[in-house]
């Protein structure tokens, strides 16, 4: 009996997540089959791609590390009724943090290394974090608006580094030089590869949902965003929730960037964020900002996106496609929210 | 004329040059705020812009046109915004990501799907300056005001005409009044949802058409993701210009010095490694949000939908 | 005088998601009449005139106009067929003038200017003939309740209304300002308006109004002259049969025989001053004391620091001068923390601004505040189990219609919203509660419920700051009433010596001569 | 020894294959390997820098055996794959010779600075004013060899000219782009050399829209004339097919990697004849460009900074 009313639960929870999608997917499809494309054959590509082959599944994990945390870095705040639109700029400072860690102590050993490095980012990132926080804790400024002006500062702030003292002379773009081999992050498979950060964005994930449904902490960060006002009143410093909660992102931000750099590139490489931050925002969106969404929606997305090339490679189906894909599929899970409500 | 007063023009006109998508974007987003929609997409309502504003004069030949395809498409966005906050009522911010998400896509889709490869670059004709008769002839203002492309007047005059219709009218007065308290308006027979309607779409539209200047002004060209921030910039400048016209104006002016002047410190030579000079329309920005932001009077609707069988939670 | 029926409302229905608001009420309305509304909160009599007045659209039934069936789609309609209404919360742009906000949407030659001489005296000629002094251009944030009031009236007379509705216009007023209003009322009757005059306060109703409807959760119980009836007749139509009045404290008036509060002071304040700030009254030098076991009753015009005053003690507004003491011990101020640590429980006057979560469940909201200490945590994690358990049993206690302690707080009534403010309160057992308005937006039953609790606190010798708009609650429930006036308290009387007129002069400023 | 086995490409660029610019060349590359030596060919367009590595796996996978990435943001990532597949082909692009480089890989040398050279002389002889500006993306070695050997080229002429480098932080935005060439020629300076992608389009634009004096214009990899025939210069026209076909000729041939240095004889060359350039000037230039090709010339690779 409990059960099934469990199951019931999560049926209702997920409807009109599916329905959403195949919405989607409908209306994208008459648009890709108007371009003159084999609709099938895309959404097979797209949908596939990531369990073909082993290096496919791989590949869609190595993308889900980098915008589960994004997406966190933007669900956090959230919570507490904060809009952190700088996921990008956390990102690229906590990647350069690491990086000029991994290469000014590259002769540290692994155990030591690694775990400085991944320091470096979250902090760099948390510092990404502070700002805006600070800006709106001292200010009132906007929070929207400083998070996404800081992106902008880190563009050039990466540029810097990857044109100053620290720049590969090889590489035709902007890049620095390799950090230390001891910061590299364990593989878990080597060929294809797969880097343990995963198993450290699963950590994340799950003490970021507990410390929000268990903790006092949490309760207070949910309070605050239910009506900060009221919390307010009652004894919560609100404003400290909110600059927690935009340290807090910063930090998961930073950790993102610092995953990519001693996981996958092992450098800082100008574009590394690539459009992290607004599929890191989708996924958010999508999961109406519960953190134990997420996670399943960052797969999904991950798994689109791998398939997005592979489409894109094969059919000659421009990318952008998948974009706006996940764009429709974010206005109508919103819109099955309305009709939800119509119904009861 | 000596060289002192040459350098004056040349770099006043730039600055003129410079305001033109601030100001159309930022009357936009103020427009809509003054209904309290507050419209976030500005970004991704620029790229569509100049990419439809681009393709349709690439492929009409007609620059006219293409400006007309611009505003259009940003009022549809501008329409979409309003039918889902409006009507459904939906969150505003959600709805404007969303936007922006399907701009950035659009933007870029279309012009590989309309154009597709070409060898040489698909190049449109760039507006070109048009004196004014007579006042163009005055010795410096006349060079630096009466000697630009048509969105440069139509930038200022429209910021002239909003202020006028804001402050100096009735009708504006009454659209004031649905920014900041829409049941008041609303219990005196004024319309809600049609002024929140029109003034979100007028706004969109000039977002499409500030999009829209950068390749019909700029570079003659699309590229991708060619906003590069000024559609975020564009909302600090509205908060910053206290959401009003005038100000707004004057706002426009001031990011377009610091542009303007960063450009000018690096050619003139410096210490200062140029990627920090590229930073700083971006930190002055915020450094001028630290001191106006609290003052700035932001219309007390300002994101809220408006529903009038539901009382305020 | 039987004059011609002006107005007829006829089966008019109304739901609101799962509530009935209105179900078949007919309503009319005499010309040259003033007409009561009456009925408990949640009566359904705001619905029934917003529906007239077109803000709200009726799910059925019908309105004559003169014997003329008229279509109302919005107030725009209501305003042609010269139909105007006075809300009970101003519907006013603090921002813009006097002069705005009465042109806003009125109906001008050429909108395209902003010159509005010809307005300016239309609206003076108004104001000579009504008595509704009000300086134009003054800011509408800048004036106090009662003039903000006049300018609503003005709005409706300068659209020229043949029916004027008023709801619940006395709340924000003193006895004296409360006649001063009727006396214009009679005046706009004579000019051949018709007024109808919304209230739950039985008083008002008999002193100036010429018939009386009485509404009960949404149906029209009864409709009569009022010299062809009795208090009593009325009262039992508001409340019903449903209310056991034996128990009631509100019909045993048990006010006079409460327990005598101990003379041991709990909570203590010594010359309290705050800093003045655009939108909110400074205290001025407040000192009084709180005994153990008493109810400390705060009487005064909405807007004279009350709210300055609860903050106050909840250590949420800082202050220039002054100290609090609970039990002889100072407290560390402003402490807004204050609340969390046990001593203090709060029912604050905005419910849905500063004592709500509608973003949360209402489990989330019964223990807003109560979060850090045991039962419902350790002070680091919270134990769901002990606040689930709780919450269902709080819900039943307080009859807080909620699906469960899941259900979101956003789909809650208003009143229930009150229920949980107060189950939230009494909840917390702290030995001081600052209770303001706690009975706003409860019907008679509940009203009921508080009061009891109250009363158990009394005896269980606890403080109560009981700060209300009603008077008569007050004189019900306290031992002693403060009033303020200005942020200052201009006196202290106890009971029995409570006498409504003298109460009511010092909420206009007039010092009691001792 | 043993029959040659067949080889399919896949060449992966970084933006669109219609930039009419470097990714363009590299297409028009890929194609002639597909076309003149019937080679099976994919290519994937603007891949971002998180991806590279999927995408190299993934055509991998798919059993394509020499994989060319045309860009240097990509040359690290190329690398480190090639160590893993001794037995595919990589083909990568940068500036300066790689530390390590394994023995299944192909590095193409930009080169850049030596065509330069020549883009300096010109400059020289063809400013009014006296002041030449260099615009470019970012302060990458490259950019700097390419001012340096300008720079180089300008003390050779004997002229006195200044010459200064500003950077538009972007090698593809063309507004920045612009606003930095409005602003360089208000400050006087009248021949543009522009290395960029995109944000060529910018500086045409700029030159264009100066009415009171004459803006000339140099750019990079293909011929701009149509853009703005009235300031357009010339160009430092690459190609790729020439070096491409040798590459995949030496790997069919059984040559699995070595480095692959370009310049005037692999198909770099200085646009001729010069627009908007009066004859004389064309004739002395004539000779630079021969001394150049021999040799004669020889032209310093100097990353280190502008001051
Ligand atoms: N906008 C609304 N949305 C939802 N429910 C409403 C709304 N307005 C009124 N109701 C419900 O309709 C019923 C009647 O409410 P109404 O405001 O008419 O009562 P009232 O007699 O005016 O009470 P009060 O004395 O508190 O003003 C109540 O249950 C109320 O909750
Ligand atoms: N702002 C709102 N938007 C939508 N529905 C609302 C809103 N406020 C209340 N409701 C719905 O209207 C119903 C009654 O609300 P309201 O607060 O007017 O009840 P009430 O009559 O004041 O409560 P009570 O009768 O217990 O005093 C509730 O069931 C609630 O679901
Ligand atoms: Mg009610
Ligand atoms: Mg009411």
């Known amino acids: 009996m409990k059960k099934s009313n469990g199951l019931l639960k999560i049926a209702r929870a997920v409807l009109p997540y599916l329905l959403a999608v195949v919405a989607a997917f409908a209306a994208a499809g008459v648009f890709i089959a108007l371009m003159g494309f084999d609709v099938f054959k895309a959404y097979g590509t797209i949908l596939f791609t990531s369990f073909r082959t082993p290096n496919g599944f791989v590949q869609t994990l190595l993308k889900f590390v980098p915008l589960v945390l994004q997406a966190l870095a933007f669900t956090i705040p959230l919570t507490a009724g904060k809009f952190n639109i700088g996921g990008e700029g956390q990102l690229l400072v906590g990647a350069t943090a690491a990086t000029v860690a991994g290469i000014v102590f590259a002769q540290l050993p692994p155990i030591l290394l690694v775990p400085l490095v991944l320091l470096a980012g979250v902090l760099g990132g948390a510092l990404w974090g502070l700002i805006p926080g600070w800006l709106l804790y001292r200010f009132g400024i906007n929070e929207i608006l400083t998070t996404v002006l800081l992106n902008f500062v880190s563009f050039n702030l990466v540029n810097y580094v990857c044109t100053g003292p620290l720049r590969d002379p090889a590489a035709g773009h902007p890049t620095t030089i390799a950090i230390g081999q001891n910061g590299w992050l364990p593989m878990l498979i080597n060929n294809p590869p797969l880097h343990s950060g995963i198993l450290l964005a699963i950590l994340v994930v799950a003490v970021v949902y507990y410390a929000i449904t268990r903790t006092v902490s949490g309760y207070e960060l949910v309070a605050t965003g239910a009506n900060p006002r009221a919390a307010g009143v009652f004894g919560i410093n609100t404003r400290w929730m909110f600059i927690a909660s935009l340290v807090i992102a910063g930090g998961v931000g930073g950790l993102s960037g610092a995953l990519e750099v001693a996981g996958v590139q092992h450098r800082l490489i100008e574009g590394m964020q690539h459009n992290f931050l607004v599929l890191g925002l989708i996924i958010g969106l999508i999961a109406k900002g519960n953190n134990l969404a997420v996670p399943f929606v960052a797969f999904f997305i991950s798994v689109l996106e791998v398939g997005a090339s592979a489409m894109q490679r094969t059919l000659m189906i421009p990318v952008e496609m998948v974009f706006i894909v996940e764009a429709l599929i974010l206005v109508f899970v919103l819109l099955s929210d309305l009709v939800q409500k119509r119904v009861s | ?313 | 005088m039987n004059a011609p029926i002006l107005l007829h409302m006829r089966g008019v229905s109304k739901a609101f998601g799962s509530t009935q608001a209105l179900q078949d009420v007919s309503f009319e309305l005499r010309q040259r009449e003033i007409h009561g509304l009456l009925g408990g909160n949640g009566a359904g009599k705001t619905t029934l005139m917003n529906i007239l007045f077109g803000l709200y659209r009726a799910d059925a039934g019908e309105i004559f106009l003169n014997d003329q069936p008229i279509h109302i789609s919005g107030p725009k309609d209501a305003i042609t067929h010269r139909i105007n209404m006075v809300h009970q919360h101003f519907l006013q742009v603090g921002s813009f003038t006097v002069l705005e906000n009465i042109l806003i949407g009125a109906p001008r030659k050429n909108r395209w200017n902003n010159r509005y001489d010809a307005e300016i005296q239309k609206i003076r000629t108004l104001q000579e003939r009504f008595g509704l002094e009000v300086p134009l251009d003054a800011l509408i944030e800048d004036l106090p309740m009662g003039m903000r009031q006049k300018v609503e009236i003005l709005k409706a007379l300068y659209r020229g209304v043949q029916v004027l509705i008023l709801d619940e216009p006395t709340t924000n007023l003193t006895p004296q300002e409360v006649d001063a209003l009727f006396q214009s009322l009679r005046v706009m009757v004579q000019e051949g308006l018709s007024v109808v005059f919304i209230t739950h306060k039985l008083r008002e109703v008999m002193s100036v109004c010429d018939r009386i409807t009485v509404l009960r959760n949404g149906r029209n119980i009864l409709t009569l002259d009022r010299k062809e009836a009795s208090e009593e007749a009325f009262v039992r139509a508001m409340v019903g049969e449903s209310m056991d009045m034996s128990r009631s404290v509100i019909f045993a008036h048990a006010g006079q025989d409460l327990p005598a509060p101990a003379p041991v002071p709990l909570l203590r304040l010594e010359g309290i001053t705050t800093a003045p700030d655009e939108g909110s009254v400074a205290l001025k030098n407040v000192s009084f004391e709180v005994r153990e076991g008493e109810i400390f009753g705060i009487a005064g015009v909405a807007g004279n620091g009350q709210r300055e005053l609860a903050e106050v003690v909840m250590g949420l507004l800082p202050v220039q001068a002054g100290q609090i003491l609970l039990r002889h011990q100072a407290l560390p101020h402003p402490d807004s923390r204050r609340g969390l640590k046990g001593d203090f429980a709060y029912i604050p006057e905005d419910r849905l601004h500063d004592g709500f979560l509608p973003r949360a469940t209402v489990a989330h909201n019964l223990i807003l505040g109560l979060h850090r200490r045991p039962p419902y945590s350790n002070g680091r994690v919270i134990d769901w189990k002990t606040v689930h358990a709780r919450a269902l049993d709080l819900i039943a206690q307080y009859n807080i219609k909620a699906s469960g302690p899941e259900d979101m707080g956003g789909n809650l009534s208003g009143g229930n919203i009150q229920r949980v403010m107060v189950a939230r309160a009494f909840s917390a057992a702290a030995p001081v509660l600052v209770a303001h308005n706690p009975t706003r937006g409860l019907d008679i039953p509940s009203m009921d419920l508080v009061y009891q609790r109250l009363l158990e606190r009394k005896r269980q010798g606890q403080a109560t700051l009981l700060i209300s708009e009603d008077l008569d609650e007050l004189m019900l429930m306290s031992d002693r009433i403060g009033v303020l006036y200005k942020g200052e308290l201009l006196g202290i009387v106890e009971r029995p010596a409570f006498e409504k007129y003298t109460i009511g002069q010092m909420m206009s400023g007039i010092r009691p001569q001792a | 020894t043993q029959p040659a086995k067949t080889y399919k490409l896949a060449a992966i660029f970084p933006g669109v294959i219609n930039d009419s610019d470097y990714n363009t060349l590299g297409y028009m590359g890929a194609e002639a390997v597909k076309k003149d030596l019937g080679i099976e060919m994919a290519y994937s367009e603007t891949v971002a820098v998180p991806d590279i590595d999927r995408v190299m796996r993934e055509y991998i996978d798919q059993g394509y055996n020499i994989i060319w990435t045309h860009g240097g943001q990509y040359v690290n990532q190329t690398i480190e794959l090639a160590k893993q597949f001794p037995d595919v082909v990589f083909i990568a692009e940068g500036d300066a010779k790689p530390a390590e480089m394994p023995a299944n890989v192909w590095f193409i040398d930009r080169n850049f600075h030596i065509g330069f050279y020549g883009v300096g002389a010109l400059a020289a002889r063809i400013t009014q004013t006296g002041k030449i500006g260099y615009i470019g993306g970012l302060t990458l070695p490259f950019s700097y060899a390419e001012v340096h050997a300008m720079q180089q080229a300008i003390k050779d002429s004997g002229k006195n000219v200044e010459l200064k480098a500003v950077w538009a932080g972007d090698f593809n935005d063309p507004t920045k782009a612009r606003q930095v060439a409005d602003t360089m020629i208000a400050e006087g300076y009248d021949v543009l050399v522009g290395s960029l992608n995109n944000g060529m389009l910018g500086v045409f634009e700029a030159a264009k829209a100066t009415t009171d004096k004459k803006i000339l214009v140099t750019a990079k990899y293909t011929d701009k004339t149509s853009i703005a025939p009235d300031n357009y210069v010339t160009s430092l026209l690459y190609d790729f097919v020439k070096p491409m076909k040798d590459i995949v000729g030496k790997i069919q041939a059984g040559e699995k990697g070595g480095y692959y240095p370009l310049g005037f004889d692999t198909g770099v060359s200085l646009q001729t004849p010069f627009k908007n350039v009066d004859p004389a000037v064309e004739e002395e230039m004539k000779a630079v460009i021969n001394d150049l090709v021999s040799g004669k010339i020889q032209v310093v690779k100097d990353t280190s900074e502008i001051k």
């Open chain 2, 1 to 313: 004329m000596n060289e002192f007063w040459l350098t004056i023009i040349s770099y006043a006109k730039l600055i003129l040059l410079t305001i033109v998508p601030f100001v159309l974007a930022g009357q936009g987003t103020m427009l809509g705020g003054r209904t309290g929609i507050f419209n976030v997409a500005q970004e991704g309502i620029m790229l569509v812009g100049a990419s439809v504003g681009f393709l349709v004069s690439f492929l009409t030949g007609s620059n006219a046109l293409g400006m007309l395809a611009a505003m259009l498409a940003g009022g549809l966005f501008g329409l979409a915004l309003a039918y889902f906050t409006t009507h459904l009522r939906m969150d505003q911010f959600v709805i404007g990501l969303a936007l922006f998400f399907i701009g950035v896509g659009l933007s870029t889709l279309l012009p590989k799907i309309i154009i597709g490869v070409t060898l040489t670059p698909p190049l449109i004709p760039t507006l070109k300056d048009i004196p004014i008769p007579g006042l163009s002839q005055i010795p410096v203002i006349g060079e630096i005001f009466f000697k630009q492309n048509v969105l440069v007047y139509f930038s200022i005059l429209l910021s002239i005409g909003l202020w006028w219709y804001l402050y100096r009218t009735q009708a504006g007065m009454e659209l004031r009044a649905v920014g900041e308290n829409p049941q008041a308006a609303d219990s005196l027979g004024v319309n809600v949802p049609r002024a929140r309607y029109w003034t979100a779409i007028l706004g969109g539209m000039l977002m499409g058409l500030a999009g829209a200047y950068l390749p019909m002004v700029y570079t003659g060209t699309f590229t991708e993701n060619m906003v590069k921030g000024r559609g975020w910039l564009a909302i600090a400048l509205t908060f910053f210009g206290g959401w009003k016209p005038d100000t707004i104006l004057y706002g426009a002016l001031f990011f377009a010095l610091i542009e303007v002047l960063a450009y000018r410190v690096q050619v003139l030579g410096t210490a200062i490694p140029y990627q920090f000079l590229l930073m700083l329309p971006y930190l002055a920005t915020i450094l001028v949000m630290m001191f106006s932001f609290r003052k700035a009077r932001v219309p007390a609707f300002l994101g809220q939908n408006y529903d009038r069988e539901k009382r305020a939670l």
